[in-house]
């Protein structure tokens, strides 16, 4: 008996050797460690189709979010909550009846979803990421699954109709946020604990199928779908269920990406799987953060999406913005190019106000960001991380031979160090208004790049015109060391 289970164990670790071995690692786990998966990362590597070529050119986003959180806007029953304030509810323990009573004050009589395609367009955004539906529960569309959406407002209209065909208009691509995590749907668990949390959740996750089908099928111009509250052991339990979403909608929808918050694997592991492979098409952990330009390159071999916020963690509307730092236009355009350097995108975040404007400080920072987009967004569009050694004065961005530098630290000396890789020689700079710049070479394959002239105080972009040398000067210059 003993050595038949052996025998058997035996077996088992062969096949899954066998089987591992076909499905090559690129990192971390060598590939006889790999484990059999059936739920774990569909694809190695970036995927190089045009849909997700033109997500990953696009380089800038922005994120909307707008539900019922917006009208009590951070505060409630006369106390102002500082946490996030679409996260209101929580923050103030108000019943999901009580908080859908908002509904009933939903009418953002200044709503024009023209203009909300105008500012993204002006801000120099490619695609806006929309809240479909938060936490909460509250539908921006007219879910035929659930009575909590806008079609049972005062203001009855499907804004998330109008904003995909006004952006889509301006040429602006849109995106899905849409949260698991529904707080007003008495199927939902946060754990699956007995048997009948087993037949709620099944419930519920049948439910959520129901919305996504509809909003692939009621909105097909959607690119992405980007997953969030999803962290709970309840859908880690169910691994097998975010599997089968992204083989849905990518049937429903060719080309469509997917974030890899949505996934989790066999054993609950999430974003990468248990062998170390990002699940979904590109990763979505990094949220008011951005990876250490110097320690954490190895993201340069994925894709992925930052999102970040203005204040410092207010992504729906909140009245009282003098709580926490406020960002400044340079400091999201320093996030935005950080971003870029290192092959990631950016989404900065907007929480319209409940009358359906924005505040002005969001439309002062989107017209500061688009003024200096128009001038140098050559440097962000199309542009990946540039393999080069990261230097004080700012980031690197490239587009083929054109190595981008994007200054955001002055030096007194006036002089910006590069260092290239032997195979890499500059043969020009210039500034983006086509004026040259002084290159040096210092020694082997360190430069000088002059500052020029006329800086104004803005983050300024010179452009390197690079030329890959056939090794033997290279060479002979190495010798010399
Ligand atoms: C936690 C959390 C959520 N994820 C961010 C993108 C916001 O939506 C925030 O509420």
């Known amino acids: 008996m003993r050595n038949r289970i052996l025998t058997f164990v035996l077996l088992l670790v062969a096949c899954g050797n066998l089987c591992a071995q076909q499905k090559k690692s690129s990192d971390l786990l060598p590939a006889e460690q790999e484990i059999m998966l059936k739920y774990g990362a569909d694809r190695l590597g970036k995927r190089h189709d045009a849909a997700m070529e033109r997500f990953r050119s696009h380089r800038l986003g922005a994120f909307i979010h707008w539900g019922l959180y917006a009208i009590p806007g951070g505060e409630w029953n006369g106390k102002v909550y500082n946490g996030a304030a679409e996260w209101l509810k929580s923050w103030a323990n108000v019943p999901s009846e009580e908080w859908m009573k908002l509904m009933n004050q939903w009418n953002p009589q200044r709503f024009d979803a023209t203009k909300w395609a105008r500012m993204a367009k002006e801000m120099g955004v490619k695609y806006v990421k929309i809240t479909t539906k938060h936490h909460e529960g509250f539908c921006l569309w007219p879910s035929k699954y659930t009575k909590y ?4 407002t005062p203001y009855k209209k499907d804004i998330l109709g109008e904003l995909v065909k006004a952006y889509n208009k301006e040429g ?3 995106h899905f946020y849409f949260s698991v995590m529904d707080w007003s749907h008495p199927d939902y668990r946060y754990d699956i604990k007995s048997e009948d949390d087993e037949i709620a959740f099944r419930r519920f996750l049948e439910f959520t199928d129901n919305q996504l089908k509809e909003l692939a099928s009621l909105y097909p111009t959607v690119k992405d779908f980007w997953f969030d509250g999803t962290w709970d052991e309840s859908i880690k339990k169910n691994g097998w269920w975010t599997a089968h979403v992204e083989q849905m909608l990518k049937e429903m929808l060719p080309g469509v990406t997917i974030n890899s918050r949505l996934r989790a694997d066999d054993y609950g592991k999430r974003h990468f799987d248990s062998n170390g492979h990002l699940m979904g098409d590109y990763e979505s952990g990094y949220e008011r953060r951005l990876p250490n330009p110097v320690k954490d390159l190895k993201v340069t071999k994925w894709d992925w999406e930052a999102c970040m916020t203005i204040p410092e963690n207010q992504w729906g509307y909140h009245k009282d913005w003098s709580l926490s730092y406020v960002k400044n236009s340079v400091e999201v355009l320093e996030r935005i190019v950080h971003a870029v350097s290192m092959g990631g995108n950016m989404v900065v975040n907007f929480g319209p106000q409940p009358d359906g404007d924005f505040r002005h400080e969001e439309k002062e920072l989107a017209e500061a960001v688009g003024r200096w987009m128009k001038k140098n967004g050559e440097c962000v569009y199309g542009c990946d991380y540039a393999g080069l050694e990261k230097q004080d004065w700012g980031y690197y961005t490239r587009n083929g031979n ?9 030096p007194f000396s006036k002089w910006l160090t590069v260092k290239t890789p032997k195979e890499l020689k500059p043969v020009e700079a210039v500034t983006l208004d086509g004026q040259k710049v002084e290159v040096v070479e210092t020694t082997n394959n360190e430069y000088n790049v002059k500052v020029p002239e006329k800086i104004i105080g803005d983050p300024f972009v010179i452009k390197l015109k690079v030329e ?6 290279d060479k002979y210059k190495a010798a010399l060391t």
């Open 149 to 152: 959406t806008v079609a049972n």
């Open 172 to 174: 602006i691509d849109v």
């Open 402 to 410: 054109d190595i981008y530098m994007v200054v955001f630290n002055l």
């Open 468 to 473: 890959i040398v056939n090794g033997s000067v």
